[in-house]
């Protein structure tokens, strides 16, 4: 088992930064791949970023390419999403995954946090 807790979601202006970060416990971090994603209200959750155990990343979701970087620290066993020139669309419940298989999508990842929440004033 692995379990998984995100912080540092908060109220941000547009245009403004937060960096969110996924600490795991359980299981050797080390192993998994680990990927965040959001869901706004009403909406499907979708894929954001992800990055494969040795830290290399899969292409980002379009909408936060350029915007966001995901990285790993595997000695502090974190995960970390960095969130820049913020949007209202941006805003939404962000959740870091940890899966054996890396992907874009929600069904390669075994583990998940509960979620923190992201949101962006216009």
């Known amino acids: 088992q692995v379990q998984l807790v995100e912080s540092g979601g908060g109220l941000v202006q547009a245009g403004g930064s937060l960096r969110l970060s996924c600490a795991a416990s359980?299981?050797?971090?080390?192993?998994?791949?680990m990927g965040w994603f959001r869901q706004a209200p009403g909406k499907e959750r979708e894929f954001v970023a992800s990055?494969?155990?040795?830290?290399?990343?899969?292409p980002y979701a379009d909408s936060v390419e350029g915007r966001f970087t995901i990285s790993r620290d595997n000695a502090k066993n974190t995960v970390y999403l960095q969130m820049n020139s913020l949007k209202p669309e941006d805003t939404a419940v962000y959740y870091c995954?940890?899966?054996?298989?890396?992907?874009?999508?929600?069904?390669?990842?075994?583990?998940w946090g509960q979620g923190t929440q992201v949101t962006v004033s216009s």
């Open positions: 990055i494969s155990r040795s830290g290399s990343n899969l």
């Open positions: 995954a940890a899966g054996r298989q890396p992907g874009r999508l929600a069904g390669s990842y075994d583990y």
């Open positions: 359980g299981r050797a971090f080390s192993i998994f791949h």
